[in-house]
């Protein structure tokens, strides 16, 4: 005879394994710190205060 399983704990088992697989991608996706996500927003602010100042005045085209 076979080794007698609990369907409902294998169940169980094989769902928590799927949720910690899901998490472990969500942090690797979501996984960063408060200050890289300033320090991002920082770079990007920058930016785009560097871009706006290179833009030519369309009125003084004449």
Known sequence: ???IVNLN???KT???AEDKAQA???RV???RTKA???LTAL???R???LLDGQKRDPKSDD
């Open 29 to 31: 996706v979501h996984g």
């Open 1 to 3: 005879m076979g080794e």
């Open 14 to 16: 094989r769902a928590k």
């Open 9 to 11: 704990r294998a169940r």
């Open 43 to 45: 770079e990007r602010h």
């Open 24 to 26: 472990a991608a969500n």
């Open 36 to 38: 890289d996500k300033a």
């Open 47 to 49: 930016a785009d205060k």
